[in-house]
């Protein structure tokens, strides 16, 4: 797997698509090789300087690969400051000998330790060459890990697997290290639980309709509740443990019928965590192999068992324990820990090494168990020792039934977990998600245990275990699904690209170079977590590959304004662990590996300085989206550098372009292969529209755009069919509404970025929740909204005159700044009925004079040199603007928006009929505009003179107003030519 990981990154276009050690944990010994280099080095130095330190500290550092800070020990030996010592060894270091080490450099106190270009080479040539066998451990002798164990009265709870999982893990980690591992269950088949329950089988029916070890707690809850009322019968259980004692065949069977049962039930809760146990280890097999006796026998030898109140006890007060270790009931019968000292006599024989694991109220017993087997001379175990794992929702008591079983953690967390997955793949099959939520639950479970070092409680919290954004076990598994798809993509180019070729020195990007660096050192982490007995070290380990192999440079640039879809695309890169930057400025840094660019409008493509940033772009993969996406052919025409074009809605495509090459299989995007332009099908378009919170820009409130700083999206798709506009195209005609929660949290997020006004969006406000008529949900999200941010800081801008009622104007009026800005575009009915626009005008007054009855300002957009309009239509228009008395007046000229029916008609026109390029023979045939500059300024002057405070217009206004038409008319006609240049017809 190794092997064909580094083959990928020699081969692959970018670093990303190349290393994973997140399956197969692999280690070399590269590093180690490093410190050894760095710790001969300085040895040689501080003794030609004259200066003895037996052992000289290394540590990893920020500012180096390997820094030693020894000149610190030495200060007061040798009455010299850290810094003159730092100096005076300096000089005696000498690297002929080294391969590894690249560079050193004196900072103040410390020398700092940088790895050579061959350190990496190596690095990289040891995977190819070890393959799946990368950095194995020679073979050694053997280990018992003891875990889990727990007393088999009924299920496994949160405590138990914490348990489980600390001992499976390390298990694994030595394993690794080449220890030949055998893991053991130590099954309490006789102890006074048991018997509790074996005794509860003769009172009580079992309950054969749940599973086993379920139901044995229930019968133990049940027996413990009748034995605390009638302490008179505890004399019963006791009787059963003598008899055991005795060797009663009778009573045996019965006990191990109780654990059996158990025992199967707990199998299967180890089963879903991915834990198996070599060997179950019955305890009643050393009283009946007289193991028991021959230990009792052995600890008196010692002569410091005693006789207090019948019972035998181990006096070990001088080895500091106050409390004496009971061996022996004052009835003869025996008790776990004398059982415990058998089973580690017996496992003592059988390996080399034995590790416990143990809960926190098992820290005196172990002690006690470690000192007499120390007295007795049997080898003792290592001990871990962990505290207790808690839930939010309370306690796990087993005795009173009071707990949380592993069971129905598991059960709740692969619930979630589905849900997640359904969300995220909604379009897979049934079977697909039950498997991926069960993986994904069981990793978030161990994982989440795991992180944690064994000597801190910790509380299991499913929410912040399976969230994608917090870097646990989903994100490791996402990075480790890249690398898998990465590996079968490289599997299948093995005809195209010769890997063995590939030149390692080639990876030079620093992303590369922190990935390789920290493949490295897994040798040291191996050591530490092994020796150690630290599993977590490892845990946090994994994290922090995982971010090392996402940590690709991403710039996504957003042209004059940070739109809504750049921050949503950079926020679903972020969270997968990119390195995400976003910006407004044409730039992107040296270390970028990709660029997207977020194209709003199509003059865009015809902007001289954006095109000069794309022909510095070379060697970078560019990906480019927004509504410029809609007809392709004329984004690569006019832009240079360009790799793919996202097709339509771009969050999940852009991710699949993060993580994969550009091919006919991912759907949504548009490229060029063999100078042909190739369109993959398209992306069915998202139904829950959820997403991680937006990449939020640290300058997002000196945004202003129609007056708000952030446009949030609350819904797509329109219900209109407007021959000029491209929502209907870029986001379908149904209308699909984000969950209201999920939009509270980005206005927190946006407010707390310090955004103060904030416009929500969808293209038609109102149409928030619609299904099949306005919905109240829209005026909720008003009323929820308002109360995060302020009435005065939210506003509606965009609506349709025909989705308007008394309950949505009075929630503007309430909850907003009380403006609504109206899509009237004409006064004439026959210009909107050609528009496709649904409406009519007197509908439009209509809804004018409907808002100002509930007190709502009212803002109207209005186009002119629609092919449909003449001057007839267009004084009509002048008249509506004027008899409407409009608070504000937008007016622009009609733009042929690619995607759209208004752009086909407008590229079949030739120029003369064109009102965008035809002159103005009429009233303003001296100012020398084109008849829609004409219309345009003319409009705009009636707007100011018709508003319900008419406004005198001043030389300087008419000027600029002059200029607004004119910039515009010059826009339109750059976008009509650039439509024409691609002989444009409405792609199919």
Not at 186 to 200: E, K, L, P, S, T
Not at 571 to 593: F, I, Q, S
Not at 676 to 701: A, C, K, Y
Not at 871 to 896: C, G, H, Q, W
Request: net charge negative; hydrophobic share 40%.
């Amino acid at each position: 797997m190794h092997s064909c990981l580094v083959q990928t990154t020699l081969a692959a276009p970018c670093w990303r698509r190349t290393l994973s050690a997140l399956q197969e944990l692999s280690f070399t010994i590269v590093f180690i090789q490093f410190e050894d280099e760095v710790k001969s080095v300085l040895e040689k130095a501080f003794e030609t300087s004259g200066f003895r330190l037996l052992n000289i500290p290394l540590e990893e550092s920020e500012h180096a690969d390997l820094a030693t800070s020894a000149a610190f020990r030495l200060a007061a030996t040798y009455g010299k400051s850290p810094v003159s010592i730092t100096r005076d060894v300096q000089n005696k270091i000498h690297l002929d000998d080294s391969n590894l080490i690249g560079r050193v450099e004196v900072a103040g106190p410390y020398i700092n330790f940088f790895v050579s270009e061959k350190y990496f080479s190596r690095t990289v040539e040891k995977i190819k060459a070890e393959g799946m066998d990368f950095g194995r451990m020679p073979a050694r002798k053997k280990v018992i890990v003891e875990h889990t164990s727990a007393n088999p009265n009924g299920p496994l709870h949160v405590g138990h697997i914490r348990n489980s999982i600390i001992g499976d893990t390390l298990a694994r980690i030595l394993a690794r290290s080449g220890w030949n591992v055998e893991t053991q269950y130590y099954v309490n088949d006789m102890g006074r639980q048991i018997a509790v329950v074996a005794w509860a089988l003769e009172h009580f029916e079992l309950d054969d309709s749940v599973k086993s070890d379920h139901a044995i707690a229930d019968l133990y809850r049940r027996a413990n509740q009748l034995l605390e009322d009638d302490k008179e019968r505890w004399s019963e259980v006791n009787e059963l443990l003598q008899r055991v004692e005795k060797g009663d065949e009778t009573v045996i069977k019965r006990f191990y019928s109780v654990v059996g049962l158990v025992m199967d039930g707990i199998r299967e809760t180890l089963k879903r965590l991915n834990i198996d146990h070599d060997r179950f280890v019955n305890e009643s097999s050393f009283v009946t192999s007289g193991d028991v006796f021959n230990i009792v026998e052995g600890v008196k030898e010692t002569g410091r068992v005693e006789v207090d109140d019948g019972a035998l006890v181990v006096d070990l007060k001088d080895l500091g324990i106050e409390k004496s270790l009971v061996l022996q009931r004052r009835d003869g019968t025996s008790l776990y820990t004398t059982r415990d000292l058998a089973y580690h006599k017996w496992k003592a024989e059988q390996c080399e090494w034995m590790i416990n694991v143990l809960g926190a109220d098992h820290k005196l017993i172990s002690t006690q168990l470690r000192l007499v087997l120390d007295l007795i001379s049997v080898k003792q175990p290592d001990v871990v020792i962990f505290e207790f794992v808690s839930l939010p929702e309370g306690s796990m008591s087993t005795r009173r039934g009071v707990f949380i079983s592993a069971d129905e953690l598991l059960d709740e967390i692969k619930k979630h977990a589905l849900e997640e997955v359904g969300r995220r793949r909604p379009d897979e099959s049934a079977k697909f998600k039950e498997e991926v939520a069960e993986m994904v639950g069981t990793a978030a479970v161990r994982y989440d245990v795991i992180k944690v070092s064994a000597d801190k409680s910790t509380v299991f919290d499913w929410r912040s275990a399976l969230d994608f954004e917090k870097q646990g076990a989903p994100f490791i598994q996402y990075a480790h699904a890249r690398a898998c798809s990465i590996l079968r993509k490289a599997e299948a180019e093995k005809q195209e690209h010769d890997f063995e070729l590939a030149d390692p020195a080639l990876l030079t990007n620093k992303s590369e170079r922190e990935l390789i660096k920290k493949m490295a050192y897994l040798p040291k982490i191996l050591q530490k977590a092994g020796n150690d007995l630290k599993p977590h070290i490892l845990a946090v380990y994994a994290r922090e590959l995982a971010e090392s192999f996402n940590n690709c440079m991403i710039t996504i640039v957003s042209p004059e304004i940070y739109t809504y879809g750049s921050m949503v695309v950079g926020g679903v890169l972020e969270n997968a662990g990119y390195d995400v930057m976003l910006t407004k400025r044409l730039e992107a840094d040296a270390e970028t590996d990709t660029v997207f660019v977020s194209l709003y409008s199509t003059l865009q493509l015809i902007d001289a300085s954006i095109k000069k940033f794309f022909s510095l772009l070379a060697g970078k993969r560019v990906i480019v989206g927004g509504p410029v996406s809609a007809y392709p052919e004329i984004v690569f025409g006019e832009l240079s550098n360009i790799s793919a074009v996202v097709i339509g809605e771009g969050e999940e495509t852009v991710l699949d372009l993060t993580e994969n090459d550009i091919d006919k299989d991912l759907q949504g995007i548009a490229f060029f292969e063999d100078e042909n332009l190739v369109v993959t099908e398209p992306r069915p378009h998202s139904l829950g529209l959820t997403h991680p919170l937006p990449l939020i820009p640290p300058d997002i409130s000196h945004q202003r755009i129609r007056g708000a700083n952030v446009y949030i999206e609350t819904h797509r798709g329109c219900l209109g069919n407007c021959d000029f506009c491209q929502v209907p195209e870029f986001f379908g005609k149904k209308i699909r509404s984000r969950e209201s929660e999920e939009i509270l949290d980005e206005v927190r997020a946006f407010k707390d970025a310090g955004v103060e006004r904030i416009a929500i969006s969808g293209g038609t406000g109102s149409l928030y929740g619609y299904k099949n008529r306005l919905s109240h949900s829209f005026v909720d999200l008003l009323k929820e909204i308002s109360e995060i941010i302020g009435s005065k800081n939210l506003s509606v801008p965009d609506m349709r005159v025909d989705y308007l009622n008394n309950e949505v104007l009075e929630a503007i009026r309430n909850y907003t700044i009380g403006w609504i800005f109206l899509g009237i575009e004409s006064g004439s009915n026959k210009v909107l009925k050609q528009m496709h626009k649904g409406v009519s005008a007197e509908k439009a007054m209509g809804a004018i004079e409907e808002a100002r009855s509930c007190g709502v300002h009212v803002a109207g957009s209005f186009i002119v040199g629609h092919p449909a309009e003449e001057e007839e239509d267009y004084n009509l228009t002048r008249e509506f603007i004027e008899d409407a008395m409009l608070e504000d007046v937008f007016v622009s000229i009609v733009e042929p928006i690619p995607s759209t029916s208004l752009a086909e008609q407008i590229a079949n026109t030739t120029e003369e009929e064109n009102p965008s390029f035809k002159l103005h023979t009429g009233e303003y045939a001296s100012l020398k505009l084109t008849e829609s500059e004409a219309r345009c300024f003319d409009l705009m002057l009636n707007a100011e003179t018709s508003k319900p405070v008419p406004r005198i217009v001043t030389n300087r206004e008419y000027d600029q107003l002059l200029k607004i038409a004119r910039m515009q008319g010059n826009d339109i006609r750059g976008v009509t030519q650039l439509i024409k240049k691609y002989a444009y017809s409405e792609p199919a």
